[in-house]
Nanobody, 119 residues
């Protein structure tokens, strides 16, 4: 399986920036796509952005133009650059990786990192 460890969360003022990083270990050769999801208090977990092993990206409408996802296959990391942050971006952000190992699908999650946007 794949283990994921996030870093980079914290407190930032509205309009500020943060960069989240996620390091993958384990069966990384089986990863097809990685991404970031978030969950605010009282809400369901929602997709923020994903990136495939080939570099194709997908963004939720509410982050288009503000967030950028990138992936370093050599370092087995995925990052999320978040600019122009808004209070409604406050949430726990989770790293995700999915793929196959020995033809068995996996869907792995990190422990989450808190992002708080507040003045």
């Amino acid at each position: 399986q794949v283990q994921l460890v996030e870093s980079g969360g914290g407190l930032v003022q509205p309009g500020g920036s943060l960069r989240l990083s996620c390091a993958a270990s384990g069966s990384i050769f089986g990863i097809n796509a990685m991404g970031w999801y978030r969950q605010a208090p009282g809400k369901q977990r929602e997709l923020v952005a994903t990136i495939t092993s080939g570099g194709d990206t997908h963004y939720a409408d509410f982050v288009k133009g503000r967030f950028t996802i990138s992936r370093d296959n050599a370092k087995n990391t995925v990052s999320l650059q978040m600019n122009s942050l808004k209070p409604e971006d406050t949430a726990v952000y989770y790293c995700n990786a999915r793929g196959y190992v020995s033809l068995i699908a996996f869907n792995s999650w990190g422990q989450g990192t808190q992002v708080t946007v507040s003045s």
